[in-house]
Nanobody, 125 residues
């Protein structure tokens, strides 16, 4: 398994930016698919952005143009740059890893095996 630790959350005003980091340890996650999810109170945990091991990326529609996912394989770390933040982006953000042999969907939490503890992002209006 891969151990994941998120950092970089906090309180920011609307229109501001944050960069979340997810450090992987235990084994290299370079060939894993990585995802950032978020969960607001009373809502489902949903995929925000994905970085697939082949180099492709995915963004949920409402994040297109505002969020950017990247990975530094030399540091075993995945980042989520969040710009133009809105109050509705307030949530706990989770990093997740999916082994390459998984065959389930990329786009829901069931498709990921390893999870971080989450980091709170609060956007004030």
């Amino acid at each position: 398994q891969v151990q994941l630790v998120e950092s970089g959350g906090g309180l920011v005003q609307a229109g501001g930016s944050l960069r979340l980091s997810c450090a992987a340890s235990g084994r290299t996650a370079n060939n894993y698919h990585m995802g950032w999810f978020r969960q607001a109170p009373g809502k489902e945990r949903v995929l925000v952005a994905g970085s697939w091991s082949g180099g492709n990326t995915y963004y949920a529609d409402s994040m297109q143009g505002r969020f950017s996912i990247s990975r530094d394989n030399s540091k075993n770390t995945v980042y989520l740059q969040m710009n133009s933040l809105k109050p509705e982006d307030t949530a706990v953000y989770y990093c997740a890893a999916r082994p390459p042999f998984y065959t389930s969907t990329f786009y829901s939490k069931e498709g990921y095996r390893d999870w971080g503890q989450g980091t709170q992002v609060t956007v004030s209006s």
